[in-house]
């Protein structure tokens, strides 16, 4: 359903709002470097700083420029049941393939309560990917409790940010083998699929589509050979890109393409002169920047 090298779109601004010419030209980029499905509003496209209007407005732009020739599995997720809810609904509505939704952050739910926020999400009835990042989140899922969900048709896969690479195994066991299992770590990608992985939403895919797409055909093919000399020239600029939050990197990187400008919103401030340096020399060591 789901797999392959997908970026955590970053949401362009113009002066304060949001660039839609730029993000049509983003998904087309996307599409001709061979991406295999989009991502909008995630953390990465900013969805902590867009108004309910503006997130609502990205996905179904990003939904319309695709026009069905990539997966969009829309960001859809919030620590308030009934709001994530109408977030999924109007995913749904909007024609997106599937919603990304995250673990309830800040409030700390327990197991029983994960539960019963996925199920209730399930009812809508599209694709749901599970996104499980206890960094940011404060709640880590277990396999237990994903094997559990992943009874429920409309829970197909997950976003797993945990880093550890014992839970693809893990999940598995408990989630069965056609568990979609996508990595949200651009670093253990390479390791994540040699695991029973089957793809990355990825941050670094919002500047090196090409090579992040060759990277998951060719660990998709098991030649992990070839996957893992891409992954050597593109480390470098995983490192970079995070220096600071992923969405500043991400988009320092693609001014620097000139594919968009690398305006953020407050709190997130823009890159420093050291983080920009470094970026600029992972750029070249990829063989992106000349």
Known sequence: MFKGSMPALVTPFKDGAVDFDALDDLVDWQIAEGSHGLVPVGTTGESPTLTHEE?????????????????????AGSNN?????????????????GALVV????????????????????????PIIIYNIPGRSVVDMTPATMGELAKLPMIVGV????????????????CGKDFVQLSGEDGTAHGFNAQ????????????????????????????????????DRLMPLHHAIFAEPGVVGAKTALAMLGKCSDEVRLPITPATEDTRARIGY?????????
């Open 196 to 231: 029973g992985g089957v793809g990355c939403i990825s941050v670094t895919c919002n500047v090196a589509p090409k090579m992040l797409s060759d990277m998951q055909e060719a660990t998709l093919a098991g030649d992990y050979a070839t996957a893992l000399d891409i992954q």
């Open 159 to 174: 976003k797993d940010a945990t880093g550890d690479l014992a839970r693809v195994s893990a999940q598995r066991m408990t």
């Open 55 to 75: 997130h609502e407005a990205v996905i179904a732009a990003v939904v319309r420029r695709a026009a069905g020739r990539v997966k969009v599995i829309a960001g």
């Open 282 to 290: 992972a750029l070249r060591h990829a063989g992106l920047l000349n």
């Open 103 to 126: 673990t309830p952050y800040y409030n700390k739910p327990t197991q029983a309560g994960l539960i019963a926020h996925f199920t209730a999400l399930a009812d809508v009835g599209i």
């Open 81 to 97: 049941t009934a709001e994530a809810l109408r977030l999924v609904q109007f995913a749904k509505d909007a024609g997106a393939d």
